[in-house]
């Protein structure tokens, strides 16, 4: 039987079709651009002034620690597929399979489920409208999924400029929000913020961990490229450090912006930036609508921009799984021999989300319940994988001891799972309140209105979490198995590249 830790004959043929183009600058924004999800700010601040509490305390129990680890982690073990080999590395191969599918999916489920419907809304709502559920609806969003995947499919020399481009322009837009609030209050003043208005309470704290937690995870997806960057070992803690303090930012000070313009009752999770700007534009008089137009043309490319980033991340670790034998054989593990690109599994990225948003345009409710359901559906997939991706961290430590890691977090291994074992309670959590909202509140004796609160019915929202996660461990179960073939005659161990410091090899 295969040693869990050996690679395939194919994932070493398809290794030489990558293209090294991913240089310092260009991972930084690559993460940028897929990480910080500025479509969550509405969301985020629906629960109030301790939405920026908890955002704050969230960034240094979580978000620093989380950071540390796979700062080690991405700069120590630079096989293309990132989560998907460390995992394999430390569990074996079916587990890595579990995660890299959980981490995979939770793009196209997100892509089409609920950043089209964010970009068609903001759409109709600011340039021109769109009527729900016309065929100009379905048109828009089948051609926002597919310019996303397309910008997977080219090769990533040239690929990698749109996400490029939609972080810069993510960064920008949040800093020109962020300086026209501050000329808005100067000239109409801001609400009344006292500190009991960032009073945590328990109630917020089990609403908005999910949200923020699915916010500030993912700064180690660039390894899913690592093969394809020119140093992953250096460029990718440096990358981490710098893009998780740019995240912080990106969340702390919007929402704080927003929660200064904006009456608490009139933020939704499609609305609320879109609310906050529309308020505080009304500084540019007249010329108040053009803003506006303009800012939701940018705003949407900066979302296609993000799912453009995603795919181009996600999908490689997806065709690195298949081509390891842990995904329906090798059919999707290959690169193209040109392009250096998966295109089969970019092509699968693009149905699964077109499927998913016929799925969810079948739902009943407004557009803001919607993107809720869809938003806590892709939360839980992508925070299960964490579940399994943390340990497996944790365990590389120890499991590869001598393993040359150009930074290593200072401390001790004890220390280091000590830093593990803070992150895996919080994503333990989240994962739970995700998937079953509502139930740690009445443990604890809290109101709790779940068709309020989700515009749905319980029934109608555990139906289609639960009949999601367990549409993807079907497919899981029947891709591994599938794979099987792939998997009879591995012959290297990809964790020797990462060994090759070592004093005699």
Known sequence: MAQPTTSTPLAQE?????????????????VVAAVISIEVLGQVSGFGGETFTWTLILAVTFMVPYGLIF?????????????????????????????????????????????????VETWSEYVGHVEAGSVGDYIFKLLFIWITVSSAIVSLKHGKWLPSLGAILKVVFLTFFILVTLAYGVQHGFNGLDLGFFAPTLAGFLGVTPLLLFSFLGFESGNSAAGEMKNPAKDVPISVARSSMIAAASYLL???????????????????????????????GPAADAMLAVSAVVFCFVLVAQGAAW????????????????????????????????????????????????AAMQL???????????????????????????????????????????????????????????????????????????TLEMLFGLDYDFEETWGVSQVTFEAFALGTLASILALGIVGYVRGNKVRQDPVTDPSKDSEAALPGV
């Open 14 to 30: 398809q290794s030489k079709h990558l293209q090294k183009s991913l240089g310092r600058f260009d991972i930084l924004l690559l």
């Open 71 to 119: 700062a080690e982690t991405g700069g120590a073990f630079t096989e293309e597929g990132g989560v998907y080999v460390w995992t394999k590395m430390a569990f074996g191969r079916v587990v890595a399979a579990i995660t890299s599918l959980f981490t995979w999916v939770t793009q196209p489920v997100w892509v089409g489920g609920a950043m089209a419907f964010v970009a």
């Open 254 to 284: 919007p929402i704080l912006a927003i929660l200064l313009v904006v009456p608490l009752d009139q933020i939704t999770g499609i609305g609320g930036l879109f609310g906050a700007i529309s308020t505080v534009y009304t500084v540019f």
């Open 311 to 358: 795919m181009i991340i996600s999908d490689r670790m997806q065709a690195m799984a298949a081509a390891d034998g842990s995904f329906f054989g090798g059919f999707f593990g290959r690169f193209h021999p040109k392009l250096g690109t998966p295109i089969r599994v970019n092509t699968l990225s693009g149905v699964v989300a077109t499927l998913f948003m016929l």
């Open 364 to 438: 009943s409710g407004t557009s803001s319940a919607l993107f809720g359901v869809v938003l806590s559906i892709a939360i839980s997939t992508f925070l299960l994988s964490y579940l399994l991706a943390i340990p497996a961290a944790v365990r590389l430590r120890t499991k590869y001891p001598l393993t040359n890691r150009p930074f290593k977090v200072p401390v001790s291994d004890t220390g280091f799972r000590v830093l593990g074992c803070i992150c895996f309670i919080w994503i333990l959590i989240g994962s739970w309140v995700a998937i079953f909202p509502g």
